[in-house]
Nanobody
Framework: QVQLVESGGGLVQAGGSLRLSCAASGSIFSINTMAWYRQAPGEQRALVATITSAGSTYYVNSVKGRFTISRDNAKNTVTLQMNSLKPEDTAVYYC??????????????WGQGTQVTVSS
């Protein structure tokens, strides 16, 4: 079993910064893609950013130049640095991790979610 624990959400004024972290633990052979999603009230969960095991990154257009995703493969952690936050960034943020088992099967796991609120 794999557990994901998120931290770092909170309330910030527009233009401010927050740093989200997600730590994976448990039965982990290796981790492929790590990602952050977010879900605003009344909306579906949506992809924010991804990072591969080799460090290649992808960002949705709305966060490019403001958010940075990074990972520590030794610690099985993924981080989302969010700068120049806007009220429209308000959402519950979830980390998502693809864990690979020794038999090469792979499963996706979700964190519990952390609230980010940006006031105008």
């Amino acid at each position: 079993q794999v557990q994901l624990v998120e931290s770092g959400g909170g309330l910030v004024q527009a233009g401010g910064s927050l740093r989200l972290s997600c730590a994976a633990s448990g039965s982990i052979f290796s981790i492929n893609t790590m990602a952050w999603y977010r879900q605003a009230p009344g909306e579906q969960r949506a992809l924010v950013a991804t990072i591969t095991s080799a460090g290649s990154t992808y960002y949705v257009n709305s966060v490019k130049g403001r958010f940075t995703i990074s990972r520590d493969n030794a610690k099985n952690t993924v981080t989302l640095q969010m700068n120049s936050l806007k009220p429209e960034d308000t959402a519950v943020y979830y980390c998502n991790v693809q864990v690979v088992n020794r038999d090469a099967t792979a499963y996706y796991y979700w964190g519990q979610g952390t609230q980010v609120t940006v006031s105008s």
